[in-house]
């Protein structure tokens, strides 16, 4: 890489690294995880700078949630199950323990159910859109959703009720 | 407190990361590290090559090797049928294969140019080979539902010009690695290959002193055995922290020939993955597998 490569891409990085690394924290689950997902895809971004430099940030993003899934699924199924919640919210009132529950529950989903989620709720993008990222078809997008949102329930039950229209208005 | 409720909340989790100094430096110094060791790995590479014994292990037991073919290659595929058809499309989702980005490929080919190669039954699921010319899927199912994972893309190694046996051994290895089971904590563990005609059976032997029977079929073999997930601070009851795929060493294969003897032993020596994709990459484990000579085995006496 020339230093004009380098600068072009030291641009990039600073310009994004924090979007970049909010993303890579919902999927990783944590900021070590994160660090280390988030620099694994710039290495490899770097190294095929000449290729993407044009829009890199597509690329990163999508690199970000395979490298994650693939990590899950041919070497890691990491960190595939977080604690749960260390009790049920029974009490409706109690927002903020609710949402506590909710984001433990989130962390507490496998890798490929949480990108799911985190690009279709996150990113907010199409499922037609999240299946070409992911490499599956709409239907699949469909039925991991189903389950990460029917597993998100099992873990904190008092979510049943909040989640039903999440379902169904995708 | 819907879609919103799911954003809101993975808003909270994204607002704790904490922005990382240096993060372009630190990936340039990474990319540069892996530059530099995958040098070191060629010289090695070729090095080790060079010193490699050609011990030449014939199908009849006497020196032989592939002479050149002129013409058409031959790449002879099984039959197609309805029955296989329909576990091509089940491997491969209905679609083209993925490439290592987990994208669909087009230019690996569509369901229509695959066959099925051979399978084994492992309970309620399958474990099974589906390829074309040009390369070649690793499939698990459960019943009759579609593969379990994308179809990964797995180009035949070795040159294809002179169709898929201008291997010189009687038999070789195309994969190494593990397709996912119906549990979350287990999986197959497959080594997948080719054998030449007279070749009837094929073993395998990992680590352990286990040996599993191939399922030989159409000239292509796979075999499996139990693998699984497991902490990787080894603590079996922990299971809050990071985990990765249980190390198998595949130690060799055994072919044998109509008449029951064994023809051909390979010297796999404890490789844990191969895959014929990473062929291009100067780190390649297993880089012998990637030439039509894959071969430190020996004739059987």
């Known amino acids: 890489m020339n230093a004009e490569a380098r600068e072009s891409f030291g641009r990039f990085v600073e310009a994004r690294s924090a979007s970049l690394m909010r993303l890579a924290y919902v999927l990783a689950g944590d900021q070590h995880a994160a660090e280390d997902l988030l620099q694994t895809v710039l290495a490899r971004t770097a190294a095929r700078w000449r290729h993407v430099r044009d829009s890199p940030e597509a690329y990163v993003r999508r690199a970000l949630y395979n490298e994650q899934v693939n990590r899950w699924r041919r070497r890691g199924r990491e960190a595939s199950v977080a604690a749960p919640p260390e009790r049920a919210v029974g009490d409706r009132s109690d927002e903020v323990e609710l949402r506590l529950a909710l984001e433990r529950a989130l962390l507490a989903l496998p890798p490929r159910k949480r990108a799911v989620l985190v690009l279709r709720y996150f990113e907010d993008l199409p499922e037609g859109q999240v299946a070409e990222i992911l490499g599956c078809s709409v239907g699949t997008v469909r039925s991991q959703t189903h389950k990460a949102i029917a597993r998100l329930r099992e873990i904190v039950p008092a979510l049943e009720v909040r989640l039903e229209t999440a379902e169904g208005t995708r | ?301």
């Open chain 2, 1 to 301: 407190m819907t879609d919103r409720m799911l954003r809101d909340a993975f808003e909270r989790i994204a607002d704790r990361a904490e922005p990382v100094p240096d993060l372009a430096e630190r990936a340039l110094r990474t990319a540069a590290r892996r530059r530099n060791a995958r040098l070191a790995a060629v010289a090695a590479g070729m090095a080790m090559v060079a010193v490699a014994p050609f011990a030449v292990a014939a199908f009849d037991g006497s020196p032989q090797r592939q002479g050149p073919v002129s013409g058409r290659p031959e790449v002879v595929l099984p039959s197609d049928d309805a029955a296989g058809r329909a576990v091509v499309r089940a491997c491969l989702r209905g679609g083209s294969p993925v490439g290592t980005m987990s994208q669909r490929r087009a230019e690996y080919g569509k369901p229509a140019d695959y066959r099925l190669l051979t399978s084994l039954r492992v309970g309620e699921e399958t474990v099974a080979m589906v390829g074309g010319e040009r390369g070649f899927v690793l499939c698990s199912r459960s019943g009759s539902g579609g593969n379990m994972e994308p179809p990964m893309f797995r180009p035949w190694p070795g040159t294809r010009d002179k169709g898929l046996w201008a291997f010189r051994p009687p038999a070789r290895i195309d994969a190494v690695g593990s397709v996912p089971t119906r549990e979350l904590m287990d999986l197959h563990h497959v080594v997948a290959g080719r054998v030449k005609p007279g070749v009837t059976r094929v073993t395998v032997a990992w680590d352990r002193d286990r040996t599993a029977e191939a399922a030989v079929r159409n000239g292509f073999f796979i075999a499996r055995i139990d693998g699984a997930i497991v902490p990787t601070n080894g603590d079996e009851d922990d299971m809050g922290g990071s985990a990765s795929d249980r190390e198998e060493r595949v130690m060799g294969l055994t072919a044998f020939g109509a008449d029951g003897r064994a023809v051909y032993r390979f010297n796999a020596g404890g490789i844990t993955a191969f895959h014929s994709g990473d062929c291009g990459a100067p780190l390649q484990i297993g880089r012998l597998l990637c030439t039509d000579d894959p071969d430190t085995g020996f004739t059987p006496r």
